[in-house]
């Protein structure tokens, strides 16, 4: 099991910018990948970024030329670079490992971290 921990969230206005970190803890050495996910108040969890073994990564249409994903060199911490924030980028953001898969669905990842809130106003 892997233990995630997030911090970085916090209260923006648009056009600003947020870095969010996710310490890894535990069995990490059967990790593959790990990402970001978001969670908008009533909508369902839905996929941000990904980064899998070898450095490769995967966006979202949104996340596009605004976010980054990365690692650290040690691959126990992960980070999601956010520029350019709007109101609609609001939520709840996890951070999540997979042992299989860097594809961004939910199923596909075994630990998840608590969250932490985003909020970006107009």
């Known amino acids: 099991q892997v233990q995630l921990v997030e911090s970085g969230g916090g209260s923006v206005q648009a056009g600003g910018s947020l870095r969010l970190s996710c310490a890894a803890s535990?069995?990490?050495?059967?990790?593959?990948?790990m990402a970001w996910f978001r969670q908008a108040p009533g909508k369902e969890r839905e996929g941000v970024a990904s980064?899998?073994?070898?450095?490769?990564?995967r966006y979202a249409d949104f996340a596009k030329d605004r976010f980054t994903i990365s690692q650290d060199r040690a691959k126990v911490t992960l980070y999601l670079q956010m520029n350019s924030l709007k109101p609609e980028d609001t939520g709840m953001y996890y951070c999540?490992?997979?042992?299989?898969?860097?594809?961004?669905?939910?199923?596909?990842?075994?630990?998840w971290g608590q969250g932490t809130q985003v909020t970006v106003s107009s």
């Open positions: 980064i899998r073994d070898g450095g490769r990564t």
């Open positions: 535990g069995n990490t050495y059967s990790t593959y990948s």
């Open positions: 999540a490992s997979s042992t299989s898969s860097s594809l961004l669905v939910t199923a596909n990842y075994n630990s």
